[in-house]
């Protein structure tokens, strides 16, 4: 069984500052897969940024990136240059490759300050 | 192309009533997989489709609970005999077929159930 943990419920950046919002997760699987997703208030659950475990070098989509210690099991988002539209639910999630499952994370709440 | 279609957006029902929640997938789309999302918490894995294929059920908290998608595109999650417990946003996902794609899944916006 997997498991996904998001320690913290809330965060807030600075607009145009960076940010790191933190996720681990524990498996017995050798081969998994690891996704951010991001969750506006009311609004459809859109993939940020998706990291393939055999993979060491570390995902990156324009200004999401993220760090990936496969042995500590951790998988954290990198937000630069955050903007106001970046204000959101983020939920860490992973599944052990095609077709199966998702297991998610809590989620934590990403306020913007202008 | 279309995202991931689902209808109706809010529905509120009466405890003891059955409601159908419909799931368009994008077209072309194998997988298909349904959640339930409690307020303020991650999604919760509920059943899978492959194509017409119920292959995993084993996240429906009770008999109540039961989907289907008979010609393998739309799927339709049914509860009776609804109880306030069920209130939740149902969300559902697909993902293609392709190489080194299968592992990503496309939410649509989810249904929001309201059990009074």
């Known amino acids: 069984a997997q498991t996904v943990t998001q320690s913290q419920p809330e965060m807030s950046v600075q607009e145009a500052e960076t940010v790191t919002l933190s996720c681990t997760y524990d498996?017995?699987?050798?081969?998994?897969?690891l996704f951010w997703y991001k969750q506006p208030p009311s609004r459809q659950m859109i993939l940020v940024i998706r990291?393939?475990?055999?993979?060491?070098q570390n995902a990156t989509e324009n200004r999401f990136s993220v760090n990936f210690q496969k042995a500590a099991k951790s998988f954290s988002l990198k937000i630069s240059d955050s903007q106001l539209g970046d204000a959101a639910m983020y939920f860490c999630?992973?599944?052990?490759?095609?077709?199966?499952?998702?297991?998610f994370g809590k989620g934590i709440t990403l306020s913007v300050r202008p | 192309g279309a995202g991931v279609s689902q209808s109706p957006r809010y529905k509120v029902a009466k405890r003891g009533q059955d409601v159908a929640l419909r799931c368009d997938p994008i077209?072309?789309?194998?997988?298909l997989f349904w959640y339930q999302q409690a307020l303020g918490q991650g999604p919760e894995f509920l059943t899978y489709?492959?194509?017409?294929?119920?292959?995993?059920k084993s996240g429906l908290p009770s008999d109540r609970f039961f989907a289907e998608r008979p010609e393998g595109s739309v799927s339709t999650l049914k509860i009776q005999r609804t109880q306030q417990e069920d209130s939740a946003v149902y969300l559902c996902?697909?993902?293609?077929?392709?190489?080194?794609?299968?592992?990503?899944?496309?939410f649509g916006p989810g249904t929001r159930l309201l059990v009074l």
């Open positions: 498996t017995s699987e050798s081969d998994y897969y």
């Open positions: 990291q393939e475990a055999y993979k060491q």
């Open positions: 077209s072309g789309h194998v997988s």
């Open positions: 996902a697909s993902s293609s077929w392709e190489p080194f794609a299968q592992e990503t899944q496309y």
């Open positions: 489709f492959q194509n017409e294929a119920q292959l995993d």
């Open positions: 999630a992973s599944n052990t490759g095609a077709n199966s499952k998702l297991t």
